[in-house]
Each structure stands twice: as structure tokens, then as C-alpha cells.
């Protein structure tokens, strides 16, 4: 066991001023500086700027109306009205308030004459009064605004997902590439001491060829090595990035952690899996801000069944100040109101738009419900698949501690004359072949971990 460690972990001794660098530091600079995840917290902000923007429909307004007519030396007439309109997002009403100074010959007889002012309010009794654009707009907002924390969880969760990977298939390329490289040095000595026995008449010429065959096969399987670590430290490079946004390459002399890849991954109960999943998983938390902000929308649409009734009623007074002199008799005599009525004798449109908003829930129910077992599937799946990975690595670990065994004992009947060099090169191959499986079960083993995380949308 502690000879298969130390092949697993075996460092390369050429590098100098090699540096650790372990699956944390790497995972935090992608959280940091990845363009991914600066791009999940930009959709948070858009969805607070979306707010701010619903938000704007129930800003207070200031308009003014002028016009005047001169013509032919005669004051035809001039308008001068400026109102503020103030929402107050409750039951749809507006207050408002405005001066008027009005004249001329031609005056409309509808409008005062002279300086005036108002103090009214418009409110709806039917369609808007419990909901209306301007609020289903802001609540939708609001909800979206929660919807994208969870989208930025999303992106992050399948970001580090993919990063995990990476890590683990470069960690997986650097053991086999060092492994090569250890017994391509060892194949290289036994060539040269075979030979120094084959010039003192102990070995066959038979020897140094079967020892040189041994010295290229290592040669060439020391060559792959070296481009699947090459491929892998790119794939790795595509998430190193700088706080300026600029990306680097994975510098020459890191190397992975060495003792985690041999470790199991602290892994939760399947059951601890789904119920988490069911809690924190962004993708089917989503669902349910995405059936809230429907139910606005449905709750806006049943308005639409509803007749319009809209009230307008204005406080009326002479001069600037339109709370002056405010009595009883006055309120019976200084007033202005009206009331607009609107009523679809089928309401087809209304019904219709009501009835398709109810099917979008009973829709996203569907596919909610949908997306949820296939989820748990998921977790199950990747959650099994790490198990027996790990029984797997349990036997090639054993099988491997035996191989070791029988290498070295041949090794040491070879250097004693009772064995042949084939027979070493025979027992070292299966050795190499068992630690190179080892090294991809362990690469397997943990992507189906985090596999199984993601799943569940927990990778954070």
C-alpha cells in the first residue's frame, strides 16, 4: 500500500521551484475571475436594474400643458396648466393635483376662466383594482430579481462542475506522466547495467535486447503521456483567469494535489443528496419563481373578465390655493367628477388570455415535476456510479499490492540469476498497467462524485 503511494505521488524531479497547487486555490480563482461567474453576477444586477425599471411606473410625473392663440390682433386664447400625478402602487389609484390660468375671447366655456386649482383622484371600481399592469410588472420584477440569484447558481454550478473535471483529468495526466517518467528511468539503468553484465560475459545478448525493447516501450508511452498532460493542462488553462480579465496559461511548475487524489472525497447519504437537492437546487428552485411570477400574470389576465369602471373626481377652488376656504357648503359646490364605464358583452378575449395563463401553470407543473424526478435520477445514477467506482479501486488497490509483490521478487531472482529479464519485463508491465488503471478509476471516481453533486445543483 505505502509503495502504491508512493507511485501515485511520485513528483517530477526535474521541476524546480515546484509549487502545490491544490483543487481549493483552484476553484476559488475560477468563483473569482472567471468570465462564467462574472457573468452570473451581471444577471443579478439586470434583474435589479429590471426592478428599479418597474419600479419607474410608479414614479410621480410633473406635466404641463400651454397653448396660446393670436391671431389678427385678437387674444383667441391662452392655456396654462401644469399637474403632478402621484401613484400610489394601492388599488391603482392616482392622486393628483394642478393650477390653471386660463383666457381669452374664444375661450372653451368648459374651462375656468382665470386662476384655478384642483386636488383629485382616479381610481378604478372594476378592471385594475386589485391588479393592473404597473403591479403585476413590479411584482414580477421583484420575483425575477430572486429567480436570478438561483440562475447565478445555475451557471456556477455547472462552472465549477466542468472546472472539477478539468482538475482531476490534469491531476489524473500528471501520476501517468510521472509514472512513465519513474520507470522510464528505472528501464533506462537496468539497460545499462544489463549491458555492463553482457560485456563481463554474465548476460546474453538476448538480455540487452530485451532491455533495450523495454527502454523505447517506456520511451514511447513516456511520449503520449507527455501530450495527454499538455492537452490537459490547456483544457485546465481555459479557467485560470486574472482579476484584469486576462487569461494565462497553467504555469510549468504546478502540480496537483498528489495526496487528495488518492483520498476518497467525504461523500453525504443519497438520501441527504435528493433532499438537499429538493431544497437548494437552483434549476428546480427556479421553477417555483417561475409558477410565482405565472400566477401574477394569471391573477392580472382574470382582470380582464372584470368590467372597466374608472372614477374620476377634482377638488375645484378659485386662485393658487385649492384648500382655501374648504367648508361644507363649499365641497357641495366646488367639485368635478365623472366615471367611465366599459364592459365586453362576451369577454372572449378575457377568457380566453385567463384560461391560457392557468394552462401555462398547469404546464410548468408538468415540467416541474418532470425535471424533478429526472434530477433525482440523476443523483442516483452519478451517486451509484461513485460506489462502485470505489469498489472497484478497492480491488485493482489489492490486485496492485500483489503485482508489487511478485515484481519484486522476480526483480530480486533476476539480480541473483534465477530469472530472466523477460520474465522482470513481463511482471513490471502488468505493474505499470495495474497503477495506470488505478490512476483512471480514481480520475473516474471523482468525476461521478462531483457528478453527482451537480446533480443536485450544490456545487457553490
Known amino acids: 500500500m ?9 513528483a517530477m524531479v526535474f521541476q524546480l521551484k515546484a509549487q502545490l497547487f491544490t483543487p481549493e486555490s483552484f476553484i476559488q480563482q475560477v468563483k473569482q475571475f472567471h468570465p462564467v461567474a462574472k457573468q452570473a453576477a451581471i444577471q443579478v444586477e439586470k ?18 400643458d400651454a397653448s396660446n392663440k393670436t391671431f389678427d390682433g385678437k387674444n383667441y386664447y391662452y392655456y396654462n396648466n401644469p399637474e403632478l400625478k402621484i401613484p ?32 383629485g383622484v382616479e381610481m378604478p371600481l372594476g378592471k385594475g383594482l386589485l391588479m393592473d399592469k404597473r403591479r403585476a410588472t413590479l411584482q414580477q420584477a421583484k420575483i425575477f430579481q430572486s429567480q436570478s440569484l438561483q440562475e447565478q447558481s445555475k451557471m456556477l454550478n455547472d462552472l465549477l462542475f466542468n472546472a472539477y473535471n478539468s482538475y482531476w483529468q490534469w491531476a489524473g495526466a500528471y501520476q501517468l506522466y510521472n509514472l512513465y517518467h519513474q520507470y522510464y528511468q528505472i528501464s533506462t539503468d537496468r539497460l545499462r547495467l544489463v549491458r555492463i553484465a553482457f560485456n563481463n560475459g554474465d548476460r546474453s545478448v538476448m538480455d540487452t535486447v530485451e532491455a533495450q525493447t523495454q527502454v523505447l516501450n517506456y520511451e514511447a508511452q513516456l511520449t503520449d503521456a507527455g501530450q495527454k498532460i499538455n492537452t490537459a493542462s490547456l483544457e485546465l488553462s481555459n479557467y485560470l483567469w486574472l482579476e484584469n480579465d486576462s487569461a494565462y496559461q497553467l504555469p510549468t511548475q ?33 421553477y417555483a ?4 411570477a405565472l400566477d401574477v400574470e394569471r391573477k392580472l389576465k382574470f382582470q380582464s373578465m372584470l368590467p372597466m369602471v374608472n372614477l374620476k373626481a377634482n377638488l375645484l377652488n378659485s386662485g393658487y390655493n385649492v384648500v382655501k376656504g374648504i367648508e361644507s357648503n363649499f365641497l357641495q359646490n366646488n367639485y368635478k367628477w365623472g366615471i367611465d364605464v366599459k364592459l365586453p ?31 433525482e435520477n440523476k443523483i442516483r445514477n452519478y451517486y451509484s456510479e461513485a460506489n462502485l467506482l470505489q469498489v472497484q479501486i478497492k480491488s485493482v488497490q489489492s490486485a496492485l499490492n500483489g503485482y508489487q509483490s511478485l515484481f519484486k521478487a522476480e526483480n530480486l531472482k533476476f539480480y541473483n540469476g534465477e530469472s530472466s529479464l523477460f520474465l522482470v519485463n513481463n511482471r513490471e508491465s502488468k505493474l505499470i498497467e495495474t497503477v495506470e488503471k488505478l490512476v483512471n478509476l480514481r480520475v473516474k471516481y471523482f468525476k461521478a462524485t462531483y457528478a453527482a453533486e451537480w446533480a443536485a445543483g450544490l456545487l457553490k
Open 345 to 375: 358583452l362576451f369577454l372572449r378575449e378575457g377568457r380566453g388570455d385567463y384560461n391560457k395563463s392557468k394552462l401555462k401553470i398547469q404546464e410548468t407543473n408538468l415540467e416541474f415535476n418532470a425535471k424533478k424526478w429526472e434530477t
Open 47 to 64: 434583474a435589479k436594474a429590471d426592478l428599479q425599471s418597474a419600479r419607474g411606473g410608479f414614479d410621480p410625473s410633473f406635466n404641463f
Open 88 to 119: 400610489i402602487g394601492l388599488g391603482g389609484i392616482d392622486f393628483k393635483t394642478g393650477l390653471e390660468s386660463n383666457g381669452g375671447k374664444y375661450l372653451n366655456p368648459e374651462v375656468s376662466t382665470g386662476q384655478t386649482s384642483y386636488l
Open 254 to 286: 504546478f502540480f496537483p494535489d498528489t495526496v487528495q487524489f488518492v483520498m476518497s472525497v467525504n461523500e453525504q447519504s443519497l438520501e441527504g443528496l435528493i433532499s438537499r437537492s429538493a431544497n437548494e437546487n437552483p434549476s428546480l428552485k427556479s
Open 2 to 10: 505505502k509503495q502504491a503511494l508512493v507511485i501515485l505521488g511520485f
Open 289 to 292: 419563481f417561475k409558477l410565482e
